[in-house]
């Protein structure tokens, strides 16, 4: 047997924190501890857009998903932030979240 198999699925413990009016979507809470599955739903290393599909399926308690993702990917106006540094230097949906990474969303749109 193989040892792998047995043993359930490990997990990355980050946090996940928003703001700019994006806590109103996951219970007006800023900040999270999230532990994410160690791989996706095709069992391959887990991913900054598995994270934004995990927030959306497990955390996100607000039916107005549009004002965070479109099409599965985080929508246009909202900065990404891991570990401090703009999403775009680290690769976006494509950066694999490390144990102890901070993740942070920032909304920039505003109704007017």
Not at 2 to 22: A, D, M
Not at 47 to 75: A, I, S
Request: charged content about 20%; hydrophobic content about 35%.
């Amino acid at each position: 047997m193989e040892p792998s198999k047995s043993l359930p699925s490990s997990s990355i413990t980050i946090t996940v924190e928003f703001t700019g009016g994006l806590e109103m979507l996951f219970s007006n809470q800023r900040q999270h501890q999230v532990s994410l599955p160690a791989t996706d739903e095709s069992d391959r290393t887990a991913t900054l857009g598995f994270l934004v599909r995990y927030l959306c399926q497990h955390l996100m308690r607000d039916q107005r998903r549009e004002l965070f993702v479109l099409n599965d990917v985080v929508r246009p106006g909202i900065l990404v932030l891991i570990n401090d540094a703009d999403w775009g230097l680290e690769g976006e949906e494509n950066y694999e979240p490390k144990h102890g990474d901070s993740i942070l969303f920032v909304s920039t749109l505003h109704g007017g």
